[in-house]
C-alpha cells in the first residue's frame, strides 16, 4: 500500500506530498504516482529532505534523460546536468527573477525541473508559480482563435546576456498555444524571461499582444506561492507552467541545487 499522500494547495495549480523518504530508494508504483501528481498538479513540493547532489539527479533520472543546461555551466564533469542556483551579498542578479518558462528558447525545452533549497536567508525567497492552463482556459473563445496557428520567437540573450553576449544562446520557434503531450491540455507558451515577439505579426501589434499576454499568464488567480524551508524540494512541469523566484533578501544567502528532464520515459 502507498504511504505517499497528496495535498492540494490551490484549486488550480499546487501540491504537498508527504509519506516519501526521497534518499530511500522509490518503487516504480511510487514513482508513477509521484508523476500522476505532478501532471495533475503541475508542481509539487516536498518536505525535509536533506538529500545529496548525487540522489537529486538519480531521482531525476527515474523520471527520464537529464537536460544539459544551454545558457549556464553545468556544476562540475562528475555532475554537469546539475546547476548551481545561488545568490549572496556579491549578486547582482538571480536565477530566474522574471516570469519565464526553463530554457523556452532551446529547440527541446526540458520537459520539468526538480529545485532542492538547502540554504536559505532568514526570511523571503519564495518561489511563484503560474499555471498555464488556467491561463488558456480564462481567454476569451475569440482570443483562443486568434492565438491558434501563431508562432513566437525564444531568444536565450534575454534571460543569459547578462552572463556575457559573446557567447552564443539557443534561438527557437514554439507555438503561441500548445497542447500539452501528456494532459492534453492546451496552455499558453510565451513568458517575459524568454519570448521576444510573434513571428506572424507586425512589430507593434506582436509587442502589444506579448504585453496582454505576459500581464494575464500571470494573474494571481492562476498562482501558488512556495515559502521554501531547508531541505525543501520543489518538481515542476515545464511544459504548463511558469514560476518567478522573488529576490527580498539582499544580502542573505539563498543556494540550492537543480537538475532538469529533457526526455520524459519513467524507468
Known amino acids: 500500500m502507498s504511504t505517499i499522500t497528496i495535498s492540494p494547495l490551490t484549486a488550480r495549480?499546487?501540491?504537498?506530498?508527504?509519506?516519501?523518504?526521497?534518499?530511500a530508494p522509490l518503487s516504480d508504483p511510487q514513482i508513477h504516482e509521484?508523476?500522476?501528481?505532478?501532471?495533475?498538479?503541475?508542481?509539487?513540493?516536498?518536505?525535509?529532505?536533506?538529500?545529496d547532489i548525487a540522489t537529486q539527479v538519480a531521482f531525476g533520472r527515474r523520471f527520464g534523460t537529464l537536460h544539459l543546461h544551454t545558457g549556464v555551466p553545468g556544476l562540475s564533469e562528475e555532475f554537469p546536468e546539475v546547476t548551481?542556483?545561488?545568490?549572496?551579498?556579491?549578486?547582482?542578479?538571480?536565477?530566474?527573477e522574471e516570469w519565464h518558462s526553463d530554457l523556452s528558447c532551446d529547440v527541446v525545452?526540458?520537459?520539468?525541473?526538480?529545485?532542492?533549497?538547502?540554504?536559505?536567508?532568514?526570511?523571503?525567497?519564495?518561489?511563484?508559480?503560474?499555471?498555464?492552463?488556467?491561463?488558456?482556459?480564462a481567454l476569451s473563445p475569440n482570443m483562443r482563435h486568434y492565438l491558434e496557428g501563431l508562432t513566437a520567437t525564444h531568444d536565450g540573450v534575454l534571460a543569459f546576456g547578462k552572463y556575457g553576449r559573446d557567447k552564443k544562446y539557443p534561438v527557437s520557434s514554439h507555438p503561441v498555444i500548445k497542447t500539452h503531450p501528456v494532459s492534453g491540455r492546451k496552455v499558453i507558451y510565451v513568458n517575459r524571461g524568454f519570448t521576444s515577439h510573434i513571428n506572424e505579426l507586425p512589430r507593434d501589434e506582436s509587442s502589444a499582444v506579448l504585453s496582454y499576454l505576459f500581464a494575464h499568464a500571470t494573474k494571481p488567480e492562476f498562482q501558488v506561492r512556495f515559502r521554501w524551508r531547508k531541505h525543501s524540494i520543489a518538481f515542476w512541469d515545464n511544459r504548463c507552467t511558469q514560476h518567478i523566484a522573488i529576490w527580498d533578501y539582499f544580502p542573505h544567502v539563498r543556494s540550492g541545487y537543480r537538475v532538469q528532464i529533457d526526455t520524459e520515459g519513467l524507468n
Open 34 to 51: 509521484i508523476h500522476h501528481a505532478l501532471i495533475e498538479h503541475q508542481v509539487i513540493f516536498f518536505r525535509d529532505q536533506p538529500i
Open 13 to 23: 495549480i499546487g501540491a504537498e506530498i508527504d509519506g516519501v523518504d526521497l534518499r
Open 109 to 137: 525545452p526540458p520537459m520539468g525541473s526538480i529545485l532542492h533549497i538547502h540554504t536559505l536567508p532568514p526570511a523571503g525567497g519564495d518561489t511563484i508559480f503560474a499555471s498555464m492552463y488556467a491561463a488558456y482556459e
Open 84 to 96: 548551481r542556483i545561488h545568490a549572496d551579498a556579491d549578486s547582482t542578479g538571480i536565477n530566474g
